[in-house]
């Protein structure tokens, strides 16, 4: 994103866009938990009535993606089926189950003059996002939003813009039907990329936004923002296999991490394997690799160990730090469990880190030396999501460290109030 000055039309639409938002955001900080969870049972219901329609209109972006060379890992990330919004709808489902966190007392106690004090959840007001190639976020931000009592202005990016079209109609139509303002749902795709440069630069109307996308969006994002920011996602994931770590369980791990789905940010780009271990693991592990078609780029010691047939190149320095998104995976041998955490801090990009071990003590100084949203010790990386955490859909996966961190669910998308219960006092 660049600072090219904004058309004013396009400035004065946002800005108009952004302040219908904020005022459907006072209707929704007060609505009832009931009004809410109706909201989100009529979304979910229209959107599975509509899943042709929206099919239709993802096939248009899938057409033009794949016309623009689009990567197999974004293209699937984009693609939309009547089996995905039918999981979509039923997260919606998942949220309206879920306590109302508006409201919600974090603590609270009576002072020695006799006040009581309490803190309580409110909603942020106006969430803004900017996205690309997931129209499925469209989905969530919105019942995400609703349900923490805020509204959401989206920004969805070119690649996604039929999908996201149709979906945010499908959205604002569901709401009217249970009398919630349309309003608390809006898109500006139609005013590009100067529309998101003011939606960057609303503060005052719009009082959070969250990047999600690949590193040049977020870090664009982040740096010229003058709405406060919530940096997400991008996902330079390591396995580390340990010395005593099971060759069956090591497989099926590093597998899952790496090709369940490869265009998602919680998907393994390296792999580190104990020395001990790599006679053992090694061989059946990049096997297993190969034969889902991925490329190995190794360094010489785990090299030596590539079956016959595999694509095997040789790592370079940019391979420990790219974020591959593909059927790609940086594969090292190191010498013990410090040298994969000194690799691993260099590297990371804070996102999701898994250990393969049967060695406690191995696990535990694993999870408490790394700097990471999160740790999987015998477990996929995949499994960072805030549906697999319980939390329904997820706005992102915050990678910094201030008020969110991990899968952001409704929590995260509230702040808090002080209230102070006096009986006439004054401060002496």
């Known amino acids: 994103?660049?600072?090219?000055?904004?058309?004013?039309?396009i400035e004065a639409a946002v800005l108009e866009a952004c302040q219908r938002a904020k005022l459907a955001s006072r209707a929704l900080a007060?609505?009832?938990?009931?009004?809410k969870d109706q909201a989100l049972h009529a979304m979910a219901d229209a959107l599975v009535e509509q899943a042709p329609?929206?099919?239709?209109?993802?096939?248009?972006?899938?057409?033009?993606?794949?016309?623009?060379?689009?990567?197999?890992?974004?293209?699937?990330?984009?693609?939309?089926?009547?089996?995905?919004i039918g999981t979509i709808a039923e997260a919606l489902r998942y949220l309206a189950g879920l306590p109302d966190p508006v409201g919600e007392i974090k603590r609270g106690s009576t002072l020695a003059n006799g006040i009581r004090l309490v803190q309580k959840a409110v909603p942020m007001g106006v969430v803004g996002m900017i996205y690309e190639a997931r129209p499925n976020v469209t989905v969530?931000?919105?019942?995400?939003?609703?349900?923490?009592?805020?509204?959401?202005?989206?920004?969805?990016?070119s690649a996604a813009a039929n999908s996201n079209e149709v979906i945010v109609a499908v959205v604002q139509d569901a709401l009217d039907s249970v009398g919630l303002p349309r309003d608390a749902v809006q898109?500006?795709?139609?005013?590009g990329r100067e529309g998101a440069r003011v939606l960057m630069n609303a503060r005052g109307l719009v009082d959070v936004l969250v990047p999600?996308?690949?590193?040049?969006?977020?870090?664009?994002?982040?740096?010229?923002?003058?709405?406060?920011?919530?940096e997400t996602g991008e996902g330079n994931c390591h396995v580390y296999l340990d010395a005593s770590a099971p060759v069956e369980r090591a497989v099926s791990i590093v597998?899952?991490?790496?090709?369940?789905?490869?265009?998602?940010?919680?998907?393994?780009?390296?792999?580190?394997v104990h020395k001990d271990a790599a006679q053992e693991v090694l061989p059946a592990v990049l096997a297993a690799l190969a034969a889902e078609g991925v490329t190995l780029h190794a360094d010489p010691a785990s090299a030596a160990w590539a079956p016959e047939g595999a694509t095997v190149v040789a790592a370079t320095e940019e391979d420990w730090a790219t974020e591959y998104l593909s059927l790609d995976i940086a594969v090292k041998v190191v010498d013990d469990i410090e040298a994969a955490i000194e690799h691993i801090s260099r590297y990371s990009t804070g996102h999701t880190e898994a250990i393969v071990t049967d060695d406690i003590g191995a696990a535990d100084r694993f999870v408490s030396r790394l700097d990471t949203a999160a740790v999987m010790v015998n477990a996929s990386t995949r499994f960072t999501d805030g549906a697999e955490f319980g939390l329904g859909a997820e706005i992102g996966i915050s990678t910094q460290k201030l008020h969110a961190r991990g899968p952001m669910g409704l929590g995260e998308l509230t702040t808090t109030t002080w209230i102070a219960y006096g009986d006439g006092h004054v401060r002496p």
């Open 30 to 35: 007060t609505a009832t938990r009931t009004a």
């Open 53 to 84: 329609r929206i099919v239709e209109a993802n096939a248009k972006d899938l057409e033009r993606g794949r016309a623009n060379d689009m990567t197999p890992g974004l293209l699937d990330r984009l693609a939309l089926t009547n089996e995905r």
């Open 255 to 272: 597998v899952n991490s790496k090709t369940h789905r490869v265009g998602v940010c919680n998907a393994a780009e390296t792999l580190l």
């Open 212 to 230: 999600r996308g690949g590193r040049d969006l977020i870090q664009a994002v982040v740096r010229d923002s003058t709405v406060p920011a919530i």
């Open 1 to 9: 994103m660049t600072d090219t000055a904004v058309t004013p039309d």
């Open 140 to 157: 969530d931000a919105a019942g995400l939003a609703l349900k923490s009592g805020n509204a959401a202005v989206l920004r969805g990016g």
């Open 187 to 191: 898109s500006i795709d139609a005013y």
